[in-house]
């Protein structure tokens, strides 16, 4: 799938959160119903004003709720002494063709985090598993190959993570649903040290953090 | 008289030896950076005890110590030298070369566990200091009694030269995730209790009380302040979201530096850790990454790392975010990413590692004239930091085959390895007067 295409599903996505109310746009040569059409236009404009504010108040809420849940999670996490051994259990509910698909890794080249024309349909794939299964939450960590600093590629990372996001936020998925993490050069796909091992560890892992159907 | 030979011996000693490290593990041949060696501006130190188990083992502690301070060539004369309850015979140390000697005596003690260590200056011929040292009742090998001869270390430095030695420090390090010490002479490895996950960027308050690292949680990558001796941990406000790395305190301890990330970018903040409040944020990097904030010792400004050209370099800026300028000068496109700065106690410089061929190298770049300096030239070696005296460097490095610290003395070129596990990183040496009990 190309990004064009992409983009007619995420406007077609638009427009069925707004409620599926929308008319296709009246014919210019018909001046006598161009009253009633303005007004027709003007209500669906509002209802699809309300509908998006509506939205946005429910993603910022939910943001908000997740932020504070985490927050309090780190804060117990510190506390901890021993190994952390915890597991997050996750059931996606999405079948196992699917989940290698959500699973499917995107790459990036040496110290830059702009996503390559190669792994948009990637991407795209990703963003119709989030439109398929409403309630599927995903989590995107950036990683990085070993070279440069610890610290910076913590930073890279996030980048990274960052441009996938705002990839799938732009075309038209809730920000609160896809989480972003960094691990820099701590969770290397491949230990070695060559040209390849580096260019299979510098990319974005995606995992389901919720969304059983 | 003794302040004439104090005179010519703290002049000797800052004589301005042109100098670059020397890495005394490099194979002849190839290129050498920057690597000269200029013998004979230290004074020679012999070092003399009297027999006997607690003499033997402070001897042998403090003969360590002031060899590893590289400000001495130490000797070591026969044992006829000392005669127990008599001056040392300075017509032989003389002839030895040796300019200070110093002894160590059993205390008139009657339970017979201190002992007094002596500096002779061999010239005139007489006792310049003396210090009783009561030994911990535990055994040699103990940390305590390995501390209260490091401390006793430093001050014989401080006596000879001016300023106290460091072998009374610690460094703090990150191995598989977990945060260690050691003690500069590499004994005294023990690990710090931390939280339960993986630590990153370890960095001591200036009283050595508290320590501050990146805590890689499952839900987030907080910074942790975490008091040494009891063990309580806080998290930075505001660090339970985004990426957070590399704190550093102010020359002062009532700030902390560091660099919170967030998908638009990652920039430095400021957190008064005085008041338990107030994040304020000093750089605007819009997708770009602002982290490695480290502080001038006059707190007035903070060098950093900043990507804001496409690669990693060093800048420097006000300690409010004004008067941004490049700090390390570098060849756009050509000059290999910068990381990991930390400026100098004595204010005059900063360590950092720049890649070369891809290769990471630690360097130094001067503060005023902004002449930057290559210390390392063979294997990888990263994540400089300096010690309390201004001199000596603790980083890490793969010149054996395996990751480990490895210490450099920028004045005379002397490189040694001191944590040999093979998995050390991001090492903080400590400032003077550090928490040490045992973890």
């Not at chain 2, 009380?209 to 505001?238: E, F, K, M, N």
């Not at chain 2, 000068?329 to 070369?356: C, I, K, L, M």
């Not at chain 2, 001191?418 to 928490?435: D, E, K, M, N």
Request: net charge neutral; with cysteine; hydrophobic share 40%.
């Amino acid at each position: 799938m190309t990004a064009k295409n992409l983009f007619s599903v995420g406007a077609l996505a638009l427009v069925v959160t707004a409620g599926c109310s929308r008319n296709p746009p009246p014919p210019a040569a018909a001046p006598q119903a161009q009253g009633a059409a303005d007004s027709a236009a003007a209500r669906a404009a509002a209802a699809r004003r309300d509908s998006l504010a509506a939205q946005a108040r429910a993603d910022s809420l939910a943001r908000a709720n997740l932020e504070q849940s985490r927050a309090d999670s780190v804060r117990a996490e510190i506390q901890r002494q021993g190994a952390d051994t915890g597991s997050v259990a996750v059931s996606p509910g999405l079948a196992p063709a699917e989940a290698s698909e959500l699973a499917d890794a995107i790459h990036f080249d040496y110290n830059r985090a702009d996503l390559r024309p190669a792994d948009q349909a990637k991407l795209d794939r990703k963003f119709q598993l989030l439109q398929a299964h409403p309630r599927l939450e995903i989590q995107i960590a950036g990683n990085c190959d070993e070279r440069g600093s610890v610290e910076y590629n913590l930073a890279l990372g996030e980048r990274r993570a960052a441009a996938a996001k705002r990839y799938l936020v732009a075309h038209g998925i809730a920000t609160s649903r896809i989480s972003v993490v960094s691990y820099g050069e701590e969770r290397p796909a491949d230990p070695g040290h060559s040209e390849e091992s580096w260019a299979r560890n510098r990319r974005d892992d995606f995992v389901a953090t919720r969304g059983a159907n | 008289m003794k302040r004439g030979v104090l005179a010519s011996l703290v002049l000797a000693l800052a004589a301005p030896a042109a100098l670059a490290a020397q890495d005394t593990t490099a194979r002849p041949g190839g290129v050498r950076v920057g690597i000269t060696y200029v013998p004979g501006t230290r004074s020679s130190i012999a070092i003399l005890g009297a027999a006997g188990a607690a003499v033997d083992s402070v001897r042998t502690i403090l003969q360590r110590d002031l060899d590893y301070s590289d400000r001495f060539e130490v000797v070591v004369p026969p044992a006829s030298v000392l005669v127990p309850g008599t001056a040392p015979d300075y017509r032989v140390l003389t002839a030895l070369g040796a300019d200070l000697a110093v002894a160590v005596v059993p205390a008139p003690d009657p339970r017979g566990r201190g002992v007094e260590i002596q500096l002779h200056d061999v010239r005139s011929g007489s006792v310049r200091n003396r210090l009783d040292l009561s030994l911990p009742s535990a055994g040699a090998g103990g940390e305590a009694f390995r501390q209260a001869v490091h401390r006793a270390a430093d001050e014989v430095v401080r006596w000879a030269t001016g300023s106290p030695g460091v072998a009374s420090t610690s460094i703090l390090y990150v191995d598989n995730g977990k945060l260690w010490r050691v003690d500069p002479d590499g004994l005294g490895r023990a690990p710090v209790p931390s939280t339960g996950s993986p630590a990153l960027s370890p960095t001591w308050s200036p009283d050595g009380h508290t320590i501050a690292y990146t805590a890689l949680v499952r839900s987030g990558t907080p910074i942790v302040l975490q008091d040494l001796a009891g063990g309580r941990r806080d998290v930075v406000p505001g660090t339970e979201y985004g990426v957070n790395i590399t704190p550093e305190f102010s020359p002062d301890g009532r700030k902390l530096a560091f660099a919170h990330g967030t998908e638009d970018g990652t920039d430095v903040y400021l957190y008064d850790v005085a008041r338990r409040c107030c994040v304020t944020r000093v750089t605007v990097g819009r997708y770009s990454d602002n982290l490695s904030p480290t502080w001038s010792p006059d707190g007035q400004r903070l060098a950093f790392v900043s990507s804001r050209a496409g690669q990693p370099q060093l800048y420097v800026m006000a300690a409010d975010g004004s008067s941004q300028e490049v700090l390390a000068p570098f060849d756009y496109g050509s000059t290999g990413q910068s990381n990991g700065p930390e400026w100098s106690p004595d204010g005059q410089s900063v360590a950092f590692h720049r890649e070369v061929r891809g290769i990471p190298q630690v360097f130094v770049v001067d503060v005023a004239s902004r002449v930057v300096r290559q210390i390392t030239g063979a294997g990888r070696n990263e994540d400089a930091t300096w010690a309390p005296d201004g001199r000596h460097l603790a980083f890490v490095s793969s010149r054996s085959g395996v990751r480990q610290l490895w210490i450099v003395d920028l004045e005379t070129g002397r490189m040694r390895p001191i944590v040999t596990t093979g998995g050390a990183r991001l090492p903080a040496w400590s400032p003077r007067h550090a928490s040490l009990e045992a973890g």
